[in-house]
């Protein structure tokens, strides 16, 4: 399965998908990170990795839109079975979104449908939740829809909020589950193993 990558930040999710294709856990090839931003992290990352970068961008094309269309002329360009993002922060265009339908997988840092829509994004998401008293959080890794944060769920695993629980705390443990998980989904997807039933996902193992 030959993946294309789009980050904006530190890309430690990247980073974990990349570890687990060295050790050969995961069957994925990479054609390219996507950056709308050349100075995030995951740049870094994938130029360590020997993965070409390209910086698409309202900066970089004069225009949102000229952005956009890149983005879609790009993807019809190349081969690419399935984009994953990885802490990519800007809306992607509505053309792609129609094309690669159920071939867009997000990782969101709460359990959805609770805790995700616009603005809710970084510690956003764990302000939210330590404010509102919940006392579970998780991990949701999704299929792109039209609207944010609101396709088919592939998989989501929970944390336990405690009373002492900060945002940050609760934003690492996250964190680390995003890690343990988001290659194994892409692994399912690699191998096949994953169907989609209209918003319902059937796992064969
Ligand atoms: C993660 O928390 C993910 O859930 C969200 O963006 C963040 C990306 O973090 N979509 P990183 O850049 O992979 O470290």
Redesign the pocket.
């Known amino acids: 399965m030959r993946i294309a990558v789009f980050?904006s930040?530190?890309?430690?999710?990247?980073q974990c998908l990349l570890d687990r294709v060295s050790s050969g856990e995961l069957d994925v090839e990479f054609a390219f990170l996507l950056v709308n931003n050349s100075k995030c992290?995951?740049v870094q990352k994938a130029e360590k990795a020997g993965i070409k970068v390209l910086h698409i961008s309202s900066k970089t094309h004069g225009s949102n839109d000229s952005a956009e269309s890149a983005i879609v002329e790009l993807i019809k360009a190349e081969r690419i079975d399935m984009i994953v993002?990885?802490?990519y922060m800007k809306k992607l265009p509505i053309e792609l979104v129609r094309k690669m339908e159920n071939k867009i997988l997000?990782?969101?840092?709460a359990l959805l449908p609770a805790f995700g829509g616009k603005g809710m994004?970084?510690m956003n998401v764990h302000n939210a939740v330590v404010q509102m008293g919940a006392q579970y959080s998780g991990?949701t890794i999704h299929l792109v829809s039209e609207n944010y944060d609101e396709g088919p769920i592939v998989f989501q695993d929970i944390v336990k909020v405690g009373y002492n629980d900060s945002a940050e705390t609760v934003a690492g443990n996250?964190?680390a589950k995003?890690h343990d998980n988001y290659w194994k989904v892409l692994q399912g997807f690699s191998q096949k193993q994953i169907t989609i039933v209209g918003r319902k996902v059937l796992w064969e193992k």
């Open positions: 980050a930040g530190g890309g430690s999710n990247f992290g995951a993002l990885a802490g997000n990782i969101h840092p994004y970084g991990v996250v964190l995003e």
